[in-house]
């Protein structure tokens, strides 16, 4: 018999096939997601990179665009999870079946995580080719190791982030609509409170700021990154888990 | 394995100041087809939701396949199959996915599921159209698959909430023969809530009436037919004058008369004889050309309850 690991582990994957289907076809046929994934790796794998020439990958500035992408795919079917299970009427089935709770959260997390963080790898390895090919002349135009790390590290943990959060929300969402407008604003908030904040602050604040952030090591940062999203995606997850419930789900 | 699949006593739960289910207390044996009838919003959904460990019950217990739903919630939900109030299937999957993925939720080895998925679309007659997107199918094959979806795991007591609500008469038909079939078939026992008497006059070996959560009645159809409804005899003829009606409603074992057009309606007590009363009309110069004994249908059972219940 198979342990309650293997057993939660073969659920998570089950729940992430059915996600990962789901997300393709979401567009109401195979063909039309295929088309509109291809568009979008298109753009932010060949486009962008293209445009932006050798500096693509000798910045370490990149990361934050790798960052950016797995959070912005996430942030597209994530809001669906629940609120959409809710409002096409099929997860009540799904909570009537033997999966735990925290199979079908898990699940529901884990396929868009993956999801989000495959697009982006694929996304960076389609913008190395396109750097090489287009600005390569003759050399091999590569990452630094310590950034290529990073990008992979923060990537999925990025990822993980806006699959736990939009879980949260999309369990709460009274419709997918509501669901994404919310991540909506908070992806705004969390990308533009930053640099509105940074530019509000008064010239020498802003200027200490910078020479701190200059003085520090790219290995520093990258860490820094790493570890402030590993804690915060353990609080989300974990406060996901707690307000998951399926007596609650129904009786809401 | 025990003689009943569920038992429970007592079982109330409340949302707010509504109470949906009031000390329910019923057994359902293995193996039997069991009616839940009740009006809208009698109850019978918060019921289902119960015994599947889907809500905590606010007092009272139950046991479901020997396993208590307040403490093995799982242990039952591995074991039964649920076609709840929305067939709860994913338009924008083929129906053959929609199966695989609850195959794979319920760990059918990947060669038993898709015999048993091939299986159970013939049967119902959906196999040719296992690939088209359930989004494209009427609502009597989204009614099949969702009931070949609850059998899918073989489970030991299936809960089916309104399976046929909402088709048309034709498509309700023959849900209802699948559904038949398929249960006898594979020997489990169904847990069916219903409007639809004739459904579960047709279906069901016991059937059990709520009304605003609190059950009203259990029995068999026939059992509940004869213990809720007055006997009664019907005579077509002609010539029943008021001299008819005055010397039948003197007899002892007449309940009420009364004429419907050329059809003598008479209601009696338990155990009489119809003889001597045809005898009487045809005494008083009545002509008779018909004598029936009627049967109560359960929907005139579940009229009566209903009624009584209100006052």
């Known amino acids: 018999m198979a342990s309650a690991g293997s057993t939660t582990l073969g659920d998570i994957l089950t729940i992430a096939w059915k996600e990962w289907k789901e997300y393709l076809i979401q567009r109401g046929n195979l063909r039309g997601g295929v088309v509109g994934l291809a568009i979008v790796l298109g753009v932010f794998g060949i486009m962008v990179p293209y445009q932006s020439g050798a500096g693509w990958v000798e910045q370490p500035l990149s990361i934050v665009y790798w960052a950016w992408l797995p959070l912005f795919m996430v942030i597209g079917v994530i809001a669906d999870s629940f609120a959409g299970e809710r409002e096409r009427h099929t997860l009540e089935a799904l909570l009537a079946t033997r999966l735990t709770d925290r199979a079908i959260l898990l699940g529901k997390v884990f396929a868009a995580a993956i999801y989000g963080w495959g697009f982006t790898l694929l996304a960076v390895t389609l913008g190395l080719i396109t750097v090489n090919l287009a600005h390569g002349q003759g050399r091999l135009l590569m990452y630094p190791p310590l950034v290529a ?15 736990a959060a939009g879980v949260l929300v999309s369990l709460r969402a009274k419709s997918v609509r509501q669901a994404a407008q919310t991540l909506s604003i908070a992806v705004m908030i969390l990308l533009f409170v930053p640099v509105f904040g940074i530019q509000a602050l008064p010239p020498e604040v802003q200027a200490r700021l910078l020479s701190t952030g200059a003085s520090l090591s790219a290995e520093g940062l ?17 406060t996901a888990m707690a307000r998951f419930q399926r007596s609650r789900l129904l009786a809401g | 394995m025990s003689e009943w699949a569920i038992e429970c006593s007592g079982l109330s739960r409340s949302f707010g100041s509504v109470r949906a289910c009031e000390e329910l207390s019923l057994r359902v044996r293995a193996g039997s087809v069991f009616g839940f009838l009740g009006p809208n919003g009698a109850g019978k959904t918060t019921t289902i939701h119960l015994l599947l460990g889907l809500l905590e019950p606010s007092a009272g217990n139950a046991t479901v396949l020997g396993h208590d739903i307040r403490t093995a919630a799982d242990q039952v939900r591995l074991r039964t199959g649920a076609l709840l109030q929305n067939a709860g299937l994913y338009d924008r999957l083929t129906a053959e996915d929609n199966l695989e993925f609850y195959g794979r939720i319920w760990r059918l ?10 299986e159970l679309l013939e049967h119902v007659g959906l196999w040719e159209r296992r690939n088209d997107l359930v989004s494209t199918w009427s609502g009597g094959m989204r009614q099949k698959l969702g009931v070949v ?19 048309d008469p034709m498509a309700a038909a023959a849900l209802r023969e699948d559904l038949a079939a398929l249960s006898e078939q594979e020997g489990i026992t169904v847990f069916l809530t219903t409007h639809n008497l004739s459904e579960a006059e047709r279906l069901c070996h016991q059937v059990a009436v709520i009304r605003q959560g609190r059950l009203v009645a259990i029995g068999s159809p026939d059992e509940l037919r004869r213990q809720r409804s007055a006997p009664r005899l019907e005579i077509v003829g002609s010539g029943f004058g008021d001299s008819v009606l005055e010397g039948l409603r003197a007899r002892p074992e007449v309940v009420a008369v009364k004429l419907a057009g050329d059809r003598l309606v008479i209601d009696v007590r338990a155990g009489a004889e119809s003889a001597p009363l045809v005898g009487q009309v045809v005494a008083a110069g ?25 006052g």
């Not at chain 2, 080895?109 to 091939?118: G, K, S």
């Not at chain 2, 050309?289 to 009627?294: A, I």
């Open chain 2, 286 to 310: 009545a002509s008779v050309e018909e004598v029936t004994r009627p049967r109560a249908s359960l929907e005139d059972v579940f009229l009566t309850l209903m009624e009584e219940s209100n």
């Open chain 2, 109 to 118: 080895p990947t060669a038993e599921r898709r015999t048993r998925i091939r």
């Open chain 1, 149 to 163: 790390i990073a990008i992979a590290f923060v990537g999925l943990l990025a990822a993980l982030l806006a699959a």
């Open chain 1, 222 to 238: 990258a860490v820094g990154a790493v570890v402030l999203l590993l804690v915060v995606d353990a609080v989300l997850l974990a």
């Open chain 2, 149 to 167: 979806r609850a059998l899918l795991h073989r489970p030991a007591l299936v809960f089916l909430d309104e399976p046929t609500a909402g088709l």
